[in-house]
């Protein structure tokens, strides 16, 4: 078993910076891939970013590539996300599983979510 717990989001003005935290808990954090999704309002939830479990290798969305970084440490998985737009504002969530994936169906374990909202 997984436990994830999102924080970070918040309100941000365009071109502003957050950064998402995601903590986990459970022996088998270590061995996971995590992964980053959002979804707006009356929108399917969208992959953002995966990192192995290693963290050697990380994959992102066209949406957010060279504008958000993923990260992981012992116990967490951070989402450094840098020059947002008003198109960024939806509710992120983690994920963890054994293999990293663009289908939001394939990730076992999941974060509530954090709210982000970037206002123009």
């Known amino acids: 078993q997984v436990q994830l717990v999102e924080s970070g989001g918040g309100l941000v003005q365009a071109g502003g910076s957050l950064r998402l935290s995601c903590a986990a808990s459970?022996?088998?954090?270590?061995?996971?891939?995590m992964g980053w999704f959002r979804q707006a309002p009356g929108k399917e939830r969208e992959y953002i970013a995966a990192i192995s479990w290693s963290g050697g290798s990380a994959h992102y969305a066209d949406s957010v590539k060279g504008r958000f970084t993923i990260s992981r440490d012992k116990n967490t998985v951070y989402l450094q996300m840098n020059t947002l737009k008003p198109d960024d504002t939806a509710v992120y969530y983690c994920a963890a599983a054994p293999k990293a994936s663009g289908v939001a169906g394939t990730w076992d374990y999941w974060g509530q979510g954090t709210q982000v909202t970037v206002s123009s």
């Open positions: 459970g022996r088998a954090f270590s061995s996971y891939a």
